[in-house]
């Protein structure tokens, strides 16, 4: 094999071949009524409802938003991901009589628990990673965004001008170079993708990375923003070192070291911030008893269960942040756990 495998090539490729061809059996058993509830409607909340929907269970998707899908609808930059693949996951699930409530967060403390006492029987949690990280360094600035609402925007809202600008993007994974490619699409004259990594150590698929390279962004790997150049309220320049890390092979913030002597100024007038996400703040409190892991998301068993009866769960705010395949996975194999679960049978 000469060059890295295309995953989310093969990924687009899957979601659009499937659809086409319609290689999922639409056939759903006669409904027994019973009630289960799943909360959000990406791809893993989605895989979740239809696989229930086609067992027979009456199902109820809650979501926040005003539209079903998720970040692939939300967020990932349609060159991405053509919004006709998760539309057609979504038609499928309405087809098989899935009931969605848009618009609807569910939070407040045992808000999943007041579900089951409401009559729903299971509820599948699968709200994702919502609340972005940002650095205490940019607090207060106006030109600032973090990458997911940066990326909503441009793709719902007023696209942002940036002929001529100069625009620092803050991080390394994936989600940095999708906002790098899109701000150098929208006529940035120079785009920094800023990294504690060095350029072998970057999380961002290598495709990915290849797209950018291609886009012409400029890489500032093993290198960390210590200081801010502004005008008022908006951030004109950014200060930085380089970086090594303390214990090799770990590239948490935390590790990193500046290196003596180093130090860069680069222009900015505009900064996208791509450090990472955790589970939005109601996550804690939906059910007392429910576990949780690093960044708020939640424990489950092998079969997705979580600690709290009837409770379960999957997609990103069990991954930390995986891939659509991963959340579709996981969401079907919760609802056959579900299907055990309320009727005692394998199949
Ligand atoms: C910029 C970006 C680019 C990406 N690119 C790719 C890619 O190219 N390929 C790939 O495979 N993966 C990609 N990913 C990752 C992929 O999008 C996620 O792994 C996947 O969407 C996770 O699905 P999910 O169902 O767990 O969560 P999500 O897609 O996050 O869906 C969660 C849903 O729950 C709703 N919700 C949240 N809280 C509540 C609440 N309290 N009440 C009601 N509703 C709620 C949300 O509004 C949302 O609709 C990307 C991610 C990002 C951020």
Same mark, same amino acid.
């Given at each position: 094999?000469? /060059?890295?495998?295309?995953?989310?090539?093969?990924?687009?490729?899957?979601?659009?071949? /499937?659809?086409?061809?319609?290689?999922?059996?639409?056939?759903?058993?006669?409904?027994?009524?019973?009630?289960?509830?799943?909360? +959000?409607? +990406?791809?893993?909340?989605?895989?979740?409802?239809?696989?229930?929907?086609?067992?027979?269970?009456?199902?109820?998707?809650?979501?926040?938003?005003?539209?079903?899908? +998720?970040?692939?609808?939300?967020?990932?930059?349609?060159?991405?991901?053509?919004?006709?693949?998760?539309?057609?996951?979504?038609?499928?699930?309405?087809?098989?009589?899935?009931?969605?409530?848009?618009?609807?967060?569910?939070?407040?403390?045992?808000?999943?628990?007041?579900?089951?006492?409401?009559?729903?029987?299971?509820?599948?949690?699968?709200?994702?990673?919502?609340?972005?990280?940002?650095?205490?360094?940019?607090? #207060?600035?106006?030109?600032?965004?973090?990458?997911?609402?940066?990326?909503?925007?441009?793709?719902?809202?007023?696209? =942002?001008?940036?002929?001529?600008?100069?625009?620092?993007?803050?991080?390394?994974?994936?989600?940095?170079?999708?906002?790098?490619?899109?701000?150098?699409?929208?006529?940035?004259?120079?785009?920094?993708?800023?990294?504690?990594?060095?350029?072998?150590?970057? =999380?961002?698929? =290598?495709?990915?990375?290849?797209?950018?390279? #291609?886009?012409?962004?400029?890489?500032?790997?093993?290198?960390?923003?210590?200081?801010?150049?502004?005008?008022?309220?908006?951030?004109?320049?950014?200060?930085?070192?380089?970086?090594?890390?303390?214990?090799?092979?770990?590239?948490?913030?935390?590790?990193?070291? =500046?290196?003596?002597?180093?130090?860069?100024?680069?222009?900015?007038?505009?900064?996208?911030?791509?450090?990472?996400?955790?589970?939005?703040?109601?996550?804690?409190?939906?059910?007392?008893?429910?576990?949780?892991?690093?960044?708020?998301?939640?424990?489950?068993?092998?079969?997705?269960?979580?600690?709290?009866?009837?409770?379960?769960?999957?997609?990103?705010?069990?991954? +930390?942040?995986?891939?659509?395949?991963?959340?579709?996975?996981?969401?079907?194999?919760?609802?056959?756990?579900?299907?055990?679960?309320?009727? #005692?049978?394998?199949?």
């Amino acid at each position: 094999m000469d /060059g890295p495998i295309n995953i989310a090539g093969l990924q687009q490729f899957a979601c659009e071949y /499937g659809c086409t061809n319609k290689l999922e059996s639409f056939e759903k058993v006669e409904s027994h009524g019973k009630k289960v509830a799943v909360i +959000g409607s +990406g791809p893993a909340g989605l895989a979740c409802a239809t696989e229930l929907a086609k067992k027979g269970f009456s199902v109820t998707v809650f979501e926040k938003e005003n539209s079903a899908g +998720g970040v692939p609808v939300q967020t990932i930059p349609s060159y991405r991901l053509p919004n006709a693949a998760i539309s057609d996951a979504v038609n499928t699930a309405k087809q098989l009589g899935v009931n969605f409530v848009f618009g609807k967060t569910i939070s407040g403390k045992d808000a999943v628990k007041n579900l089951l006492n409401d009559g729903y029987k299971a509820c599948f949690v699968s709200t994702g990673l919502v609340t972005s990280t940002e650095l205490p360094l940019f607090n #207060g600035f106006q030109n600032v965004a973090n990458a997911k609402s940066f990326l909503n925007t441009v793709k719902f809202g007023s696209k =942002p001008n940036f002929n001529g600008k100069n625009v620092a993007v803050i991080g390394g994974g994936s989600v940095a170079m999708d906002a790098a490619i899109t701000a150098k699409a929208l006529g940035a004259s120079n785009v920094y993708a800023v990294s504690l990594e060095a350029l072998n150590e970057l =999380p961002a698929d =290598p495709e990915e990375i290849e797209l950018a390279r #291609g886009a012409h962004v400029t890489f500032i790997p093993a290198s960390q923003i210590t200081e801010v150049v502004s005008e008022g309220k908006n951030i004109s320049a950014l200060k930085g070192v380089n970086i090594t890390w303390a214990e090799a092979g770990n590239f948490s913030p935390a590790n990193a070291r =500046p290196v003596a002597g180093t130090s860069f100024t680069i222009k900015a007038d505009y900064v996208i911030q791509a450090i990472g996400s955790s589970a939005g703040a109601e996550i804690k409190e939906l059910a007392t008893g429910l576990k949780h892991k690093g960044r708020g998301t939640i424990a489950v068993s092998d079969a997705f269960a979580t600690d709290v009866k009837g409770v379960f769960a999957g997609g990103d705010i069990v991954n +930390g942040g995986a891939s659509i395949a991963q959340a579709v996975g996981e969401g079907k194999k919760a609802a056959e756990s579900i299907h055990r679960y309320l009727l #005692g049978t394998e199949k």
